[in-house]
C-alpha cells in the first residue's frame, strides 16, 4: 500500500492504473476509521482492481465553534487498517494542497440542504460537495462509495453527480453498527463510559419508530412527536432535531407512506450525533 | 459531421473515440457563429483528433430583462460553418436535457467574480460556471477553448478549472475583430448600421489608452477618466463601465504597470458590447 500527499502523485498512479484498463474504486473519509468505513473499503475492493481511500479532514465544511480541531486522528492506526482490507493507495493531502491561497470556487446544492443537518450547519454540505468534487475529479473513480449514516451527504452527493453530469457511480453502503445498536462513527470516541449508554436511545428511537408505524401510526407529525418524547425519557441526550422527511427529497411529510426516513441528530453531553432509519409500512 | 442531441449519446460518441486513443477538444459556445468561434474550432481542429463544438444558449447564464429570448439562433448555418472548419460533432441539447426539474447544482466562483460583468450581471457567471463544468463532464476532453473577448469568464472558467481540479487544459484565444476593429460578437447582429459605427468606439478607446500609456499616463484612475471621456464624445454610446484592472485577479489598479487589462462595456442604442485589451508599457 502507498501513502500519498500529492494531487499530482495521486494522478499519476491512477492514470497509469487506468491506462492499463483497471477500474478504480475511491472511499473517500476524514480518516480515524471504523467498521463504517472498512465496509466502504471492502466493497471497493471488491468491485474495483484499484482501490484508493482518501483521509483528509475537510476544514470549509466545519462551521465556527465546530470540532475541526478536535477531530479525532490517527494516521498510523488507519493506514494499518486500510491496509488490511487491501486499500492500494491512501491519498492524505494537507489543507494547502487542497484549498491553496487563491481558491474560492465553492459548489451550491439547493432545495435538498434546506432541511435536517444542511438547515443547522450553514455551509456544511458547501465544504462537503465541494471536496467530494475535488477528490472526484483527482481520482476520476469508476465508483465511489458513501456510508448511509450521512444520508444527507448521500443525497447531496447523488444529486450533485446527476445534476453536473460527473461520470461516476455512487455506491450507498447500510449504516454498519456496534452490536448493541449504535451506529458507528468516529465521534463515538468523544463519548464517556456513561455517556456510551445514553447514546443507544438513538437507534432505540429508530425501532420505537417503525413499532410505532407497525401499531397503526399514519402521521408524520405524530411519530415525530412521539419520537421527541421518547428521547427526552433520556437525561443526557438533547435533541437538536427529529425529522420525518421523504426518501429521496428530504422533505417534511404529513404522511407515512412507503418512502419515508426518520433522522435524527441528538447531542450526547457535548457530542453531536446522527442516527438514520428508511422506515416501512406493512 | 453528426449532430448530437442528447448527453449519453454524446458520450458513446467520445468514449468510443477515448477508447481508440484519440484526443478529444471541446469548443463550447451559445452557437450563431462569427469568425470568434471558427478560430476556436481551427486551433480545436488542429491539436485534437476529436472536435466538439457546443451550441447552447444557457438559460441560467441570463438575468430577468437580459436577451435571452432574442438571442441569435441559426442552426443550419451553425452546423455548415461547423462542417467547414472540420469539427466531428456538433452537441446541441435542449434545456431540459442540461436542466431537468430536479437540477439544483451550481457553482460559485467567488472574489474574480466582483468586477466587471460579474459585479452587473448578479448569478451570470454562477449560470456560466455551471454549464461549462457539465460541459466538460459530458465530454471530458483534453482541451477547451475559450475566446478573450469574455475576458472575466475566461478568467472565472480558469479559476473554477484550477480549483476544483478539473483534468482539462483551457486554451486561451484572442479576440477576433472585423477589419475596421469592432470585435466579432454574436450581438452585433442587433446593431443598425448607424449603430454598427458607433461601435467602433470601444476598439478606438483600447487604442486610444495604449496611447496614453506610451505618452506617459501612470495613473489607473487618470487612464479610466480619459477613456470614460473619450467615450461620452460618442453620442450613441453609454457607459456601463470602464475598468483598469490587474489582468490575473481583476481587482482595480492605481498604477499601470506590466499587468493591466483594460475592460469596456458599452451600450450602443440597446446593444450591450464588451471588448478589452491587455496593455502594455514600454
Redesign the interface.
Known sequence: MQTVHK?EEL?KIVSSARNADKSVGLVPTMGYFHEGHLSLMRAARRENDLVVASIFVNPIQFGAGEDLDKYPRDLDRDAQLAESVGVDVIFTPSSEEMYPS???????????TDALCGARRPGHFRGV??VV??LL??V?PDRAYFGMKDYQQLKVIQ??V??????VDIVPMPIVRESDGLAMSSRNSYLSPEERKSALILSKSLARAQELIDGGVTSGEELQHEIEEFIAGEPLAKIEYVSVVHSVTLESVSNVTDKILLALCVHIGKTRLIDNALLTRG
Open positions: 494531487i494522478r487563491s481558491f474560492s470556487t465553492y459548489l451550491d446544492v439547493e432545495k435538498i460537495a465541494t468534487l475535488k475529479n483527482i476520476q444529486r450533485m446527476a445534476d453536473l453530469n460527473v461520470p
